[in-house]
């Protein structure tokens, strides 16, 4: 098993972060700036492949960064916080924040345009993206100074027009997300089109070591909200096992507020108000309803041996992660099941 570095976030609304413990400045003396090795990974966010010719542009530095053929680009930077802007042809600019303390990655994911037009003058698209998995956010709100707040599609995108002057302050608020305010340069006669990264719960942490186990749950965010401190319950193969007595349903009986009942074959996760709580297996919701009564068939939370789960994440009402949030349940928590196999342990 690969064991990897893995760095706390010391900003939010970035496409890629990396950070230190706090107080490093008072443990040592004065000295000359210290300089570290960033490498930046630019990637297309549905491909997954990575994007040749992307321009990276950082705070205070002079120069201009271009990836190469393997999406990726190095460069050495003094240690600092850094506003960066990627921009490449036919795809959303990024902009973000990200503390720079010790040599490491910087992950930038890209979404296409697609047929935006962008010939449209004096308006400003804004598309929502979340950390990480590159996935867009419905949801969230934005607002542009002065101006009411106003909510992401569900494709993460919003439009605002008639704006004038140079810039736009634009501020994204999102349930599970730190708030930030970003300036956005606005292309004179053009439309402008920025996509902001979202970071959840953004805390700086010390440093700490993790075993690097699945890919696949990397890029699900699984790593990410533990790290944070995110999920309620989080539950091991192990613990499962030990819990599903007999069926699996049954490893949640006990956690806070959940209790499990049953319509015929089906079983339902419930909190003690009689709300059912959606079931995710590898990020999709079970095939089962139980909010009238009416089933639609698919895959019951018994089907499921134990054993085969690797992971499970349980979270409260209202402490959901925004991608699984489920209009017709009214956010009654959720839990994430993850499977041996996806992860690739099957």
């Known amino acids: 098993m690969e064991k990897r570095q893995r760095f706390a976030l010391a900003v939010c609304l970035s496409a ?34 990575a994007l040749l010719g992307a321009l990276i542009e950082l705070s205070g530095q002079a120069g201009r960064y271009v990836t190469g053929m393997n ?5 050495d930077i003094p240690v600092g916080t850094y506003t960066f802007s990627v921009h490449k042809g036919g795809y959303a600019t990024v902009r973000g924040d990200f503390r720079a303390v010790y040599n490491g990655d ?23 993206a979340e950390f990480g998995s590159g996935r867009l956010v419905e949801g969230v709100a934005v607002s542009v100074t002065g101006g ?14 008639d704006l004038s002057g140079p810039v736009a302050e634009v501020t994204v608020r999102g349930f599970g997300y730190q708030t930030r ?3 956005i340069p606005l292309l004179e006669g053009r439309t402008t089109v920025v996509e902001v990264a979202m970071a959840i719960d953004a805390v700086v942490l010390a440093p700490i070591e993790v075993m690097a186990e699945s890919r696949f749950l990397e890029k699900q965010g699984v790593y990410w909200r533990i790290d944070r401190g995110w999920p309620d319950k989080l539950l091991t193969r192990e613990e499962l096992v ?8 049954d490893a949640f009986r006990g956690l806070s507020g959940v209790r499990v009942d049953y319509w015929g074959p089906f079983a339902f996760l419930m909190t003690h108000t009689g709300c059912p709580i959606p079931v995710f297996l590898d990020g999709r919701a079970l095939g089962s309803n139980v909010a ?12 499921i041996p134990a054993e085969e789960v690797e992971l499970a994440e349980f979270y409260e009402p209202g402490r959901v992660p925004a991608r699984f949030v489920m209009p017709s349940t009214d956010n009654c928590g959720a839990v994430l099941l993850w499977s041996r196999l996806r992860a690739g342990k099957g």
Do not use: K, Y
């Not at 037009?117 to 929502?128: A, K, Y």
């Open 181 to 183: 305010t970003v300036p």
């Open 106 to 128: 910087l992950t930038v994911t890209m979404h296409e345009l697609g047929d935006v037009d962008t010939s449209i003058p004096e308006r400003l698209l804004v598309r929502v």
């Open 292 to 303: 009238e009564l009416n089933f639609v068939v698919g895959l019951n939370i018994d089907d």
């Open 242 to 249: 030990e819990r599903a007595e007999p069926r699996l349903a």
């Open 71 to 75: 999406g990726q680009t190095s460069f």
């Open 16 to 49: 890629g972060s990396l950070a230190s413990a706090s107080g490093l400045a008072a443990q040592e003396p004065a000295r000359e700036a210290e300089m570290v090795r960033i490498t930046a990974h630019v990637r297309d966010a549905d491909a997954d492949g």
């Open 148 to 161: 009411r707040a106003r909510m992401t599609d569900g494709q993460g995108w919003l439009e605002f027009t």
